[in-house]
């Protein structure tokens, strides 16, 4: 970037400072973003980076501070005074209707457009600006029929439709392969060179140092540091956010694979609307061995999971768990065979946003002595049981009886994951377990699924990060549209053969 040319921020944020109930989530945060410029936003889980960015984009209003966009100060209450300055936000979760057109998405909501708009100019202008980006959207297209992808593309259309001139990311690539994350920067490329600016929240190091300017990173709430990124490595930045040094590729003993705990042989399973999301899934897991499954969002990982832990039913096929049939039993048999679940929804299905930090991590041990006995529950117990976990698990929340929806959603994740891998006697499924997570909290989730795999249990792990995969899985099995694509040897795995086999290009038998 050459700081010789820009004369002065296109945003400032100044003195910025948000409190929620027992704790300041944004202590006088001040940021610049430069025309032209990405900045990575960086910091533990519960740091304050999502607050930040939901009060720039008007979700939250600030207890303290202002905002200047292009030099002059602005009034920011919602989302519409947000994109009335040109700063739009995408979240992770898409906010886009299946059931629509890429056209009328992108229109939906708009209020300077006729009660009946002409969608013939609608339709012209979103080519004239899929062309100018090379966003390969076409206005016409359901998003139902689109891959995550396609549907990012048109959440970044639709804020360029509507004039953003800085744009806010939250995670962008979480949920791509790795020739969609290469076609996400070469769009932001284009962006940045007509002037636009961009503002990132990312947990993966190797993006910071290659999309982004400049990095500033928060810690407990407060700016820790800002730096350009050309003059940090990795391992800087993460020792910024953490405070102490951290482990990018953990050490993994030899693999010593025991019997077999899962066996599924030729299992089918459709969805709600009958479509068949499961197709001829045959694999074993023996213990002592991790299973990584690597797929795109979207592609049968969920619903194997949950075939896995008795949620969904199978067509057809078996499911075998310690040599016993297991087949289209309910959830709470699958528990008493020593299954653990780490969901990827963890807001629906990991917890119950209205009780408690100690209810939640009780909820495996809550039928079972010292926590309860003949039925009832020992609120002493189940504190001091809660309290443990807590230091044990470094979960960041200002009492244990503090409800769990309180909690950043890093902290979530881990409550969560305290939880099963505690109750865990055997075998652990674990969906996205890092995702959302900071890198030191990433290492110590490696870790412990590692720890796991010496104690003998059998581990599957569901992830779209190649590289944990690699670093963590014995073997990894690559699922598109329902159907195994392939399995390699993570030793030897290949990345660019996995995300080939992810966009759904069966591998060749050696």
Known sequence: ????????????????????????ANDSINLELYPGEVLALLGENGAGKSTLMNVLAGLYDP????????????????????????????????????????????????????????????????????????????????????????????????????GAHVLILDEPTAVLTPEEARDLNRIMITMLNEGKSAIFITHKMDEVIQFSHRVQILRKGKSEAVCNTKDVTQRDLAKLMVGREVLFRIEKKAFHPGSVR???????????????????????????????????????????????????????????????????????????????????DRGTMGIVGDMSVAHNLAMKKYRE????????????RILSFAKQMISFFNI??????????????????????????????????????SRGLDVGATEAVRKQILEQREKGSAVVLVSEELDELIAVADTIAVMSEGEIMGVVDAQTADIEELGMMMAGVRRRSS
Request: glycine share 10%; aromatic share 6%.
């Open 1 to 24: 970037m050459n700081r010789e040319k820009i004369r002065s921020p296109v945003l400032r944020m100044v003195g910025i400072t948000k409190r929620f109930p027992g704790v300041v």
């Open 63 to 162: 207890d303290e501070g202002e905002i200047f966009i292009q030099g002059k100060r602005v009034e920011i209450r919602n989302p519409q005074d947000s994109m009335r300055h040109g700063v739009g936000m995408i979240h992770q979760e898409f906010a886009l209707v299946g059931n629509m057109t890429v056209a009328e998405n992108i229109i939906l909501g708009l209020k300077d457009i006729p009660f009946v708009p002409s969608m013939t100019g609608v339709k012209e202008k979103i080519r004239e600006l899929s062309k100018r980006y090379n966003l390969k959207v076409n206005p016409d297209t359901f998003i139902y029929n689109m891959s995550v992808g396609e549907q990012q593309r048109v959440e970044i259309l639709k804020l360029v439709y509507r």
């Open 262 to 344: 899962v066996k599924l042989e030729h299992v089918n399973a459709e969805d709600e609307t009958g479509r068949q999301s499961l197709k001829n899934i045959s694999f074993e897991i023996r213990a002592g061995e991790i299973l990584g499954i690597a797929g795109v969002a979207g592609n049968g990982q969920q619903k194997l999971a949950g075939v896995l832990t008795g949620l969904f039913p199978v067509s057809s096929g078996t499911i075998e768990i310690n040599g016993k049939d297991m087949t289209n039993k309910q959830p709470i048999q699958m528990i008493r065979t020593g299954i653990s679940y780490i969901p990827a």
């Open 369 to 380: 002595e010292p926590l309860s006995k003949k039925g009832i529950l020992n609120p002493a």
């Open 396 to 433: 960041s929340t200002p009492q244990p009886t503090t409800y769990v929806k309180f909690l950043s959603g890093g902290n979530i994740q881990k409550t969560i994951l305290a939880r099963e891998i505690d109750a865990c006697r055997g075998i652990l499924v674990a969906v996205y377990p």
